[in-house]
């Protein structure tokens, strides 16, 4: 059964930083593609980073360049998001997902909120 499980939200200040993990299981997470999602308030659900079975970065969202990045670890089976220079606009739920043979699976979610 696959589960995703993120943790690593909070609160934090504008110009903050977090990592946010997102533990894997139930398939063979080394060779998967992993991503990172965010929904905004008011917003579809929105592409942040991917990153491929072989550790490259691919499909960056614009707004997150330079600030955010995506991480893994197979040892671990976690990939992780580095996010730096927060701002409120970062504001949102955060997602990882994987896509199997089975289906689309999305992990529950951490909140993040960027405020002063």
């Known amino acids: 059964q696959v589960q995703l499980v993120e943790s690593g939200g909070g609160l934090v200040q504008p110009g903050g930083s977090l990592r946010l993990s997102c533990a894997a299981s139930?398939?063979?997470?080394?060779?998967?593609?992993m991503a990172w999602y965010r929904q905004v308030p008011g917003k579809g659900r929105e592409l942040v980073a991917t990153i491929t079975s072989a550790g490259d970065i691919i499909n960056v969202a614009d707004s997150v360049k330079g600030r955010f990045t995506i991480s893994r670890d197979n040892g671990k089976n976690t990939v992780y998001l580095q996010m730096n220079s927060l701002k409120l606009d970062d504001t949102g739920v955060y997602y990882c997902?994987?896509?199997?043979?089975?289906?689309?699976?999305w992990g529950q979610g951490t909140q993040v909120t960027v405020s002063s």
């Open positions: 139930g398939f063979t997470f080394s060779n998967h593609a």
């Open positions: 997902r994987v896509i199997r043979p089975s289906g689309v699976y």
